[in-house]
């Protein structure tokens, strides 16, 4: 944000459209961070994680996916005309999830969603830093610790 904002580049032009950059960040920090590390922990193995804590976040994912979905249905960036460091930031926060867990099934019903997400990975900027983004068409399983009994 404060590079943006030093160039007062990409984000948004209005007031209005600023505090919508804030508020997008902000949802990605508060809201979609605490799931994907859960998930990212069951996935890659990197730490115990009980199978329905891993549910638990894969369902609130999802659920937030759900939010943003609504949020693009009538526009093609989330806080304005032109792509904003928000769409950029939800972009690569959700880059894991949508090469495991958020598969194309997931996806095909989230139309607006899966629009955005082809926008903001096709920016040269993104293809340039991060080369071709494969995207999940079967979720993967994760490893997750037995239920005690």
């Known amino acids: 944000m404060y590079l943006g904002n030093l160039q007062n580049k990409c984000v948004g032009v209005t007031n ?7 508020q997008w960040i902000s949802f ?3 809201s979609l961070m605490p799931p994907i590390e859960t998930i990212n922990k069951g996935i890659f193995g990197t730490a115990e994680v ?7 976040a894969l369902k609130q994912l999802k659920g937030h996916v759900k939010t943003l979905d609504a ?14 460091i928000a769409d950029v930031c939800l972009a690569m926060t959700l880059l894991r999830p949508l090469q495991t867990v958020l598969d194309g ?5 989230m139309k607006n969603f899966s629009k955005w997400v082809n926008e903001v990975f096709a920016q040269t900027c993104i293809t340039h830093a991060c080369g ?11 490893i997750v610790a037995a239920e005690k009994k």
């Open 105 to 109: 099934g997931f996806r095909k019903a």
């Open 132 to 142: 071709t983004i494969h995207l999940a068409e079967k979720a993967l399983k994760p």
């Open 28 to 30: 990605t920090n508060t």
């Open 71 to 84: 949020a693009l249905a009538k526009k093609k960036w989330v806080s304005g005309d032109e792509i904003s």
């Open 16 to 22: 209005v459209e600023k505090s919508l950059v804030d």
């Open 50 to 56: 009980a199978a329905h804590d891993w549910n638990e």
